[in-house]
């Protein structure tokens, strides 16, 4: 059967009817038809379930554990502290996730959408660090955490009216850029993590790397049905087992790792609240949320449930309850993972119930110590060699946005040319704002936000200002047109 839904001439879409309160909205194509269920709330049996939510956490256990890597040797940890801290980022991720995609009451977004650790939290709190000293900074940092979480739970509402200024021209600018942002992440893992890191740049890594990148590409190709869908989870399997024989990977890890460890709540310290750092986190938050808005819209597109207004509260609330929740835990502001984005869109599992069973394993890894040491066996370029794909995945889906988003128009080709270009300045060049105040350089240090913004700002330029309302076929944007959309 079809349904239909009303478009807006400058890309956005209107569905026909209220929205439920979970988001989808009745008489749209995210509406199951009689007992049909949408592959969003499709529960897969359970061995699909666990295995395919495993691939979700070996994409984004890099990520999680970064951020508290980086902060714990700022504030010179020891390393029984360093694994605490660790133990607890991934913790507090596994709540995060589940409660976007499980949801309670009008809490998350109830689409397969990975929270953990913002990446985005690392260069405040390495300065709050210098200023307080490593003593006193985790309690300050954490204070700072606490009020930006309340302030992005109560703001949710009123982001989320922003997404008027999202038509398919801006979701597809910024769908692209997550992909191409993430891209240089994954060339640094496949030279070996990190410069200074041993070996970094040698051969034997990008040759691991290459390895672990044709065995995802050829697992893709050659297996079908179930185990094609886990053509990530077997590359990266195949690229660590070369890895041993190769000096790459070691159990020394998981033989010095605790078996169980409870999360101590306020293990270093009840929490400060710093009025400059609480400021600098607020600025964190919004930038945060400017990327979960552009990320919960391409994950709409990508599994055909668009997010709509309510959605994006929901979501955004679910980033606020948990970033403040999570210092409780001894854990840091959480957001969106862009890079599960790309794997969904690589295995075409849609489910959301997948990534709350990677949620589930998220608190397994954080509560046993030694199973989050397994997973870190993996190499740096075996990860590398998979991010390649998962991240052109991410960008191919923006470019196919981009191609049903009206091009034609001189105006929207301006918009992608300029925002595409203000998004790469931070990729091709990171110090380049470093001369700028401390508020510009939190926002555009992020090549995904900064190519957010000025998308955004050129979209009303072009299609809300003036001359520019109107279409090159002399319609108003506001205009709508019915468009049929097939079964």
Not at 375 to 381: A, R, T
Not at 432 to 458: K, N, Q, W
Request: glycine letters at 12%.
């Amino acid at each position: 059967m079809a349904l239909r839904s009303t478009r807006t001439t400058d890309g956005g879409s209107t569905p026909d009817g209220p929205s439920r309160p979970d988001g989808v909205s009745p008489g749209s194509p995210d509406t199951p038809s009689g007992s049909e269920v949408h592959p969003v709330d499709e529960l897969l049996p359970p061995v699909k379930l666990i295995s395919t939510g495993l691939q979700h956490v070996a994409a984004m256990y890099a990520g999680v554990v970064a951020p508290p890597l980086i902060v714990g040797a700022g504030v010179g940890l020891s390393p029984a502290e360093l694994a605490l801290l660790i133990s607890a980022s991934l913790f507090t991720a596994g709540l995060a996730t589940l409660l976007q995609t499980l949801g309670v009451w009008r809490i998350g977004a109830r689409l397969p959408f990975v929270n953990g650790v913002s990446f985005a939290g690392v260069a405040p709190m390495l300065a709050i660090a210098k200023e307080h000293g490593p003593k006193n900074a985790l309690p300050v940092i954490f204070g700072a955490v606490i009020v930006a979480g309340v302030l992005c739970f109560l703001a949710a509402p009123y982001f989320s009216k922003l997404i008027r200024f999202f038509p398919p021209v801006v979701q597809g600018t910024v769908i692209t850029l997550i992909g191409v942002s993430l891209l240089p992440v994954a060339v640094n893992w496949a030279r070996g993590g990190a410069p200074g890191a041993p070996g970094y740049g040698s051969m034997k890594a990008i040759g691991l790397a290459a390895f672990t990148l044709a065995a995802v590409v050829l697992c893709n190709k050659l297996l079908r049905g179930f185990w094609q869908q886990l053509s990530l989870l077997v590359g990266l399997a195949a690229g660590t087992l070369l890895a041993f024989p190769l000096g790459l990977a070691d159990f020394g890890a998981v033989r010095q790792a605790k078996i169980f460890a409870l999360p101590s709540p306020f293990h270093f310290g009840a929490p400060v609240f710093d009025a400059a750092a609480i400021v600098s986190f607020c600025i964190v938050m919004v930038v945060s949320m400017t990327e979960s808005t552009a990320d919960m819209l391409a994950l709409g597109r990508i599994v055909e449930r668009e997010a709509d207004e309510r959605t994006l509260t929901a979501g955004l609330r679910a980033d606020g309850l948990a970033s403040a929740l999570s210092p409780v835990f001894n854990g840091f502001a959480c957001s969106a993972f862009a890079q599960n984005i790309g794997l969904v869109a690589l295995t075409k599992i849609r489910s959301r119930f997948v990534v709350a069973a990677g949620g589930g394993i998220l608190i397994l890894l954080g509560l046993f110590p030694v199973l989050g040491s397994l997973v870190s066996l993996v190499p740096q370029p075996v990860l590398g060699g998979a991010g390649i794909v998962l991240f052109g995945t991410v960008a191919a889906s923006g470019i196919r946005t981009l191609a049903e988003a009206g091009m034609e128009s001189g105006g929207n080709t301006i918009l992608v040319s300029v925002a595409l270009g203000v998004g790469i300045v931070p990729i091709a060049a990171p110090d380049f704002y470093d001369a700028f105040p401390e508020a510009v350089r939190t926002l555009m240090h992020s090549g995904i936000s900064a190519g957010c913004v000025m998308a955004v700002l050129l979209n009303l330029l072009f299609h809300h200002v003036g001359v520019g309302r109107r279409s090159p076929a002399g319609e108003t944007p506001g205009a709508t047109v019915p468009t049929a959309t097939p079964s």
